[in-house]
C-alpha cells in the first residue's frame, strides 16, 4: 500500500469515528497548558506520556530553565533505518490559566469545537496521535524512523526548546509541523522570519516649566525613532517592522530622561532580515545628548520554500487528491518552530492540524470534522518514502 492509497482508505475509515478524535480534544482542551505556568504544563506533560508512551520509547527532557515545562521526545520505529523524519508539536497555549471557566470546551451541532488552545495546537496532538495508531492497526510502520517533539514553549519563542529541535532535526529528510494549517486546511510552505528589537532611550530630566532647555527629551527622541523604524516597512517584499509597544517620561512637568520602543519585525528572507536587522542596529540619536541601546534581534530563521519542500507538498497533494480533497498551500508572517527545521535545510511541511480558524484569538476553534481527512493525510504522507 502506498501513501496515496492508505489516505483514501483511512479517510473511509475514520470517518465513523470522529467523535473519538473529538473526544481527545476534548480531553486536551480541558487540561490548561499556558507557557507560564509550570505545574499545568506537567500536568499535560503527564497526559502526553500516557497516550503516547505506548507507541514508543518516550524521552523526558526537562528544561533549562525550572520556570518553563518539559519536552517529550517519542521515537517511533520505521520500515527501514535510513535517514530520520522529525514530527514537531507544542503543547502550551497562549492562553493564561482560568481561560477554560470563561471558554469551556464545547462542540456545537455543526462540529465546531471551541476551547483555549484547541486549534493551536492541541488538535495537531490529536492528529498525531490517531495517525500512529492507525498505522499500527494497519500493521504498518512509517517509513522512515519517526522522533516526535511535544515542546512546551512554542508560544513564547522556543527558549528552551530550540536546541533541542535543532538537534532532533539534525540529518531528518523531512520535518513535519503538526500547527494549525490556513482557512480550508492550506498547508504552509512558507513563514516570514520574526524578530524583536527593544530600543531603549537615554536623555536627561529637567523642570519643564523652569529650564526645559537643559533638558534632552527621550520621548522626542522616542517619536524620531518610532518614524525611523517605521519607514524601514517594505510590504511589497513582505517586511514588516511595527513598533507596538513605547514607554517614557514619567510626569507631565518633567523632560523625559529615558524611554523605550518595543518592536515587532517579519521577513520573509534572510537577505531582508540582514537588511533590518543592520538598519535597527544602525540607528542613531537624532537629538544632541540623547543615546541609544538597542538589544535583541531575529528569533526565528525566515522558513524560505526550497525546491525540496515544493516536492513534499506534492507529495500531499497528490495523496489528498486520492481522498478526493483538493489541498492548496500558503504562507503566512505568523513563525513556528518549522522556521528552525526549515532554515536547517530540511524540508518542512507545516500546517497539518485540523481545519479551524482563530489562532490567538478569542474565536479560535476547530472544524472537527476535517479530523478524518487531516490524520489520514498525516498518516499517508509517514508511509511514502
Ligand atoms: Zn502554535
Not at 525550572?66 to 503543547?91: E, K, N
Not at 515542546?151 to 529528510?173: F, K, M, Q, W
Not at 516536492?311 to 518549522?338: C, K, Y
Amino acid at each position: 500500500m502506498n501513501g496515496a492509497e492508505l489516505t483514501a482508505t483511512l479517510r473511509t475509515e475514520l470517518e465513523p469515528r470522529r467523535q473519538e478524535m473529538v473526544d481527545l480534544l476534548g480531553e486536551l482542551v480541558s487540561i490548561e497548558s499556558p507557557s507560564d505556568d509550570a505545574p499545568s504544563l506537567d500536568r499535560f506533560a503527564r497526559r502526553l506520556e500516557a497516550l503516547f508512551g505506548e507507541l514508543g520509547p518516550l524521552e523526558r527532557i526537562e528544561p533549562q530553565d525550572p520556570a518553563r515545562g518539559a519536552h517529550l521526545r517519542l521515537t517511533v520505529d520505521g520500515q527501514a533505518s535510513t535517514q530520520h523524519a522529525v514530527a514537531l508539536c507544542h503543547y502550551d497555549t497562549v492562553w493564561s490559566l482560568g481561560t477554560l471557566q470563561r471558554i469551556p470546551f464545547s462542540v456545537d451541532a455543526e462540529g465546531v469545537a471551541r476551547g483555549p488552545g484547541c486549534f493551536d495546537m492541541k488538535g495537531g496532538i490529536v492528529v498525531l496521535y490517531f495517525a500512529l495508531h492507525a498505522l499500527r492497526t494497519h500493521g504498518l510502520r512509517p517509513a522512515r524512523p519517526l522522533k516526535v517533539l511535544f515542546t512546551s514553549d512554542e508560544e513564547v519563542g522556543s527558549p528552551t526548546s530550540r536546541a533541542l529541535i535543532e538537534r532532533t532535526a539534525d540529518g531528518a529528510a523531512v520535518a513535519y509541523v503538526l500547527e494549525s494549517p490556513l482557512p480550508g486546511g492550506t498547508l504552509k510552505t512558507a513563514r516570514k522570519g520574526t524578530g524583536d528589537f527593544l530600543v531603549r532611550i537615554t536623555g536627561r530630566a529637567a523642570h519643564a516649566g523652569v529650564e526645559p532647555q537643559k533638558g534632552i527629551s527621550a520621548t522626542g527622541e522616542l517619536a524620531h525613532q518610532v518614524l525611523a523604524l517605521h519607514a524601514l516597512n517594505d510590504y511589497a517584499v513582505g517586511t514588516t517592522v511595527n513598533v507596538g509597544v513605547v514607554h517614557g517620561g514619567t510626569r507631565p512637568n518633567v523632560v523625559a530622561a529615558e524611554a523605550e520602543a518595543q518592536v515587532d519585525i517579519r521577513v520573509e528572507t534572510r537577505a531582508e532580515a540582514a537588511r533590518i536587522e543592520a538598519a535597527i542596529r544602525g540607528l542613531k540619536p537624532h537629538l544632541p545628548g540623547a543615546a541609544l541601546a538597542i538589544d535583541g534581534g531575529l528569533n526565528r530563521p525566515p522558513m524560505e520554500r526550497s525546491a525540496a519542500m515544493g516536492a513534499l507538498f506534492e507529495q500531499a497533494r497528490r495523496n489528498a487528491a486520492a481522498m478526493g480533497v483538493e489541498l492548496r498551500e500558503g504562507s503566512t508572517g505568523g513563525g513556528s518552530d518549522g522556521n528552525f527545521t526549515a532554515a536547517m535545510g530540511v524540508p518542512t511541511l507545516d500546517g497539518l492540524g485540523p481545519e479551524g480558524e482563530g489562532a490567538h484569538a478569542a474565536h479560535e476553534h476547530v472544524d472537527t470534522e476535517s479530523f478524518p481527512r487531516r490524520v489520514a493525510l498525516l498518516a499517508g504522507l509517514l508511509i511514502d518514502p
